[in-house]
């Protein structure tokens, strides 16, 4: 049984927008710093996005600071993640992930996966 499910993936143009959700099923996500993570073809697993346990602040990669936006909505648990002048360079599988109340979405203590869902940014 997969405890955390991705959705929102799909094909869009470049500087188009789309919304990821995260929804966990067996466990509240306020105990946990919450993160999303992608893997483009070739490349490594990299942490894009995080809110840590008890934060209200987000951490960025550079690759996306300013274009994207995670939150965390405790009373649907679920984490969405805004992507706003999205570029070719954005394809990639998306995961989200969680760690046990932690001040860092490290992806090597990373709890629960989910199945990732695939984002396309092309003409």
């Known amino acids: 049984q997969l405890q955390v499910v991705e959705s929102g993936g799909g094909l869009v143009q470049p500087g188009g927008s789309l919304r990821l959700s995260c929804a966990a099923s067996t466990f509240a996500l306020e105990d946990y710093a919450v993160g999303w993570f992608r893997q483009a073809p070739g490349k490594q697993r990299e942490e894009i996005a995080c809110i840590p346990y008890g934060g209200t602040y987000q951490n960025y990669a550079d690759s996306v600071k300013g274009r994207f936006t995670i939150s965390r909505d405790n009373t649907k648990n679920t984490m969405p993640l805004q992507m706003n002048s999205l570029e070719a360079e954005d394809t990639a599988v998306y995961y989200c992930?969680?760690?046990?109340?932690?001040?860092?979405?490290?992806?090597?203590?990373?709890?629960?996966w989910g199945r990732g869902t695939q984002v396309a940014v092309s003409s």
């Open positions: 992930g969680t760690v046990w109340r932690a001040a860092a979405c490290v992806i090597t203590s990373v709890s629960y």
